[in-house]
């Protein structure tokens, strides 16, 4: 079992920054690729960026340049820098984990791009 809680949304401006955490705990020793994906209203979930235990990266064309994945091993946590933010980047953010098993997700966190 792997528990994933993520934190840090709120309400910013356009072309401001926010970074979003995602705390991992339970057996995160099974968890080989870590993602953060997004779900605006009325609209199906998305992937947005996603990090493997070997460190590679990828990132959705429409946040590639703004938005940064990354991870503490040490604190168990994987973050979401995101710079240059839009309206359009409007949405609930959920950190998903990947074990061999099956996929685990967070319970979302709220990201308001307005102003």
């Known amino acids: 079992q792997v528990q994933l809680v993520e934190s840090g949304g709120g309400l910013v401006q356009p072309g401001g920054s926010l970074r979003l955490s995602c705390a991992a705990s339970g057996s995160r020793f099974s968890i080989y690729v870590m993602g953060w994906y997004r779900q605006a209203p009325g609209k199906h979930r998305e992937w947005v960026a996603t990090l493997t235990s070997g460190g590679t990266t990828n990132y959705a064309d429409s946040v590639k340049g703004r938005f940064t994945i990354s991870r503490d091993n040490a604190n168990n946590t994987v973050y979401l820098q995101m710079s240059s933010l839009k309206p359009e980047d409007t949405a609930v953010y959920y950190c998903?984990?990947?074990?061999?098993?099956?996929?685990?997700w967070g319970q979302g966190t709220q990201v308001t791009v307005s102003s």
């Open positions: 998903k984990a990947q074990t061999v098993d099956r996929p685990y």
